[in-house]
Nanobody
């Protein structure tokens, strides 16, 4: 069974930076894509950023121009750094992964989410 372990959430002051990590574990042959979404109460999840298995990024509106994302295929870990954080960035951030298993089946997995709060 593939699991995602998210880390790096917490309380950050406005204007600060945040680094979120998501590590995938289990019977993984290849990470096809990993994605960060975020959600606030009463709203749908929105795309923050994703990274393909070959390292190509895709930016959602919240991350454009102030972020960096990477995927380490050796340890199946995605790292997102966001700078110049604002109170509007407060949300639960969820990791998502499209994974090819060792059985050659492709699945999509979600993490449990990590709370990020931007406040002074």
């Amino acid at each position: 069974q593939v699991q995602l372990a998210e880390s790096g959430g917490g309380l950050v002051q406005p204007g600060g930076s945040l680094t979120l990590s998501c590590e995938a574990s289990g019977p993984i042959a290849t990470i096809l894509k990993m994605t960060w979404y975020r959600q606030t109460p009463g709203n749908q999840r929105e795309l923050v950023a994703s990274v393909e298995g070959d390292g190509r990024p895709t930016w959602g509106p919240p991350a454009k121009g102030r972020s960096h994302i990477s995927l380490d295929s050796a340890d199946n870990t995605m790292v997102l750094r966001m700078d110049n954080l604002k109170p509007d960035d407060t949300a639960v951030y969820y990791c998502n992964a499209d994974v090819e298993l060792t059985t050659r089946t492709t699945i999509t997995v979600w993490g449990l989410g990590t709370q990020v709060t931007i406040s002074s």
